[in-house]
């Protein structure tokens, strides 16, 4: 399995409260991503990065930031939580930019009351 | 912009029934097609994928072959078991060479004894 831990897997708060979910890896894959999933979406992406500081926005990122200062950790903050963003919160790592499998972590469970 | 198109689930089949998941997209250029599953509690693994036309993935008794004419990827397996009954999300690579993946929203399948 690829070693990719996320932190916390459940999480309960409150609307207006700042939240930071954790991603690590141990196999010092280049990219990494966040993902959402949600009843009837499916998976959408968050944001992105392809490098230690090097991030870009995915397709629903209003509302979140991330930021990347190693290699093997990729944060995902929550300014201000609401409750549009209960969901699972899924990082995933890929080596390859191109065609490559990506590897996924259990998922975080955040709710937002 | 690119999009994948799943059949609305759940699909709930008896042991040893054949299965077909139907998804189609949208894209620009090549993209590469994927097929990952997700089974209860757990985070998204890549079960096959196709890199051109005309290839076909294949792994644990499931198949899917990359249609350019009809832009599907339906997955199919002969005979499936209690043992599948999983969430199965259709995917294909963003244009860009970040390794993003872009999902359809997920077929749930359910296998009864």
């Known amino acids: 399995d690829a070693g990719i831990t996320q932190s916390p897997r459940h999480k309960v708060t409150e609307t207006g409260t700042p939240v930071t979910l954790r991603c690590h890896q141990t196999e010092n894959h280049r990219y990494m991503y966040w993902y959402r999933q949600d009843p009837g979406h499916g998976l959408r992406l968050i944001h992105y990065?392809?490098?230690?500081?090097?991030?870009d926005k995915g397709e629903v990122s209003d509302g979140y930031s991330v930021s990347r200062s190693k290699t093997e950790d990729f944060l995902l903050t929550l300014e201000s939580a609401t409750s549009s963003q209960t969901s699972v919160y899924f990082c995933a790592i890929s080596g390859r930019g191109s065609a490559g499998e990506l590897f996924f972590g259990e998922g975080s469970r955040l709710t937002v009351l | 912009g690119d999009s994948v198109t799943q059949m609305e689930g759940p699909v709930t089949l008896s042991e040893e029934a054949f299965l077909t998941i139907n998804c189609t997209y949208t894209a620009t250029g090549y993209p590469s097609l994927f097929w990952y599953v997700q089974y209860p509690g757990e985070g998204l693994q890549l079960l096959l994928k196709a890199t051109k036309a005309d290839d076909k993935g294949s792994n644990k008794g499931f198949e899917a072959t990359y249609r350019k004419e009809t832009t599907s990827f339906h997955l199919e397996k002969g005979s499936v078991q209690v043992s599948d009954s999983a969430v199965y999300f259709c995917?294909?690579?963003?244009?860009?060479?970040?390794?993003?993946?872009?999902f359809g929203q997920g077929t749930t399948l359910q296998v009864k004894p």
């Open positions: 990065s392809y490098g230690v500081k090097d991030t």
């Open positions: 995917a294909l690579s963003a244009s860009s060479n970040t390794g993003k993946l872009i």
